[in-house]
Structure formats: C-alpha cells, structure tokens
Nanobody, 121 residues
C-alpha cells in the first residue's frame, strides 16, 4: 500500500515559480515510478511529468517541457515538481501518483488528494 500527500501549491503570478512536493509512505517507494498529473477547471485530468525509480527516465507533457522539472529523493520518499515560468493555463489541481513502473505511470494505481496551483495574470 502506498499513500501520497502533496504540498507546495498556492497562488503565484504569471512568470513565477512553485515547487510541489509529494511525500510517500510505504517501503516500495524507491522502486516505484512517480508522476504528476493535473486537472484544470472544466477539463479532464492530464499527465504532466513522470520519473522512473532510478530518476533517469523523465517524460514530460509537451505543454510543460523546458519549464517544469521532476525529481525524486528516495532517501526521503519524496518526489518534487519544480515549476518555472508559470502561465495562467497551468492553473489546476495537481496530483501525485505512483505505479510499479514507468510503463504504467499513465494509469497509476495510487493517487494523492491533490494540491491547488493558481496562476494569476
């Protein structure tokens, strides 16, 4: 069983930065792939970024490439999402997720409750 708790969301002006964190419980964290998803108002939940258990595989959605960086600290059971050059369209509820492997991260079995990111113009 894996439990995920996100933090770090908030209100920021366009062009600003935020860093999201996701703390995971469970001994399997270091061997699991981790990902970030988001759901904007009135839209479907979408994939943002993921990271393999070694941290060497990091796919991103085209909309965030070059602006967002995902990383993980297996010693702290935590995954991060550094978000720079934020845009109004990045406003969403951001979810952390976990799956046994990077191949299955887009259909993860474990989800956090989400943290709200609001970007103002």
């Amino acid at each position: 069983q894996v439990q995920l708790v996100e933090s770090g969301g908030g209100l920021v002006q366009a062009g600003g930065s935020l860093r999201l964190s996701c703390a995971a419980s469970g001994r399997t964290f270091s061997t699991y792939a981790m990902g970030w998803f988001r759901r904007a108002p009135g839209k479907e939940r979408e994939f943002v970024a993921a990271i393999g258990w070694r941290g060497t595989i990091t796919p991103y959605a085209d909309s965030v490439k070059g602006r967002f960086t995902i990383s993980r600290d297996n010693a702290k059971n935590t995954v991060y999402l550094q978000m720079n050059s934020l845009k109004v369209e990045d406003t969403a509820l951001y979810y952390c997720a976990s799956a046994p492997g990077i191949a299955t991260i887009r259909n993860p079995g474990y989800w956090g409750q989400g943290t709200q990111v609001t970007v103002s113009s």
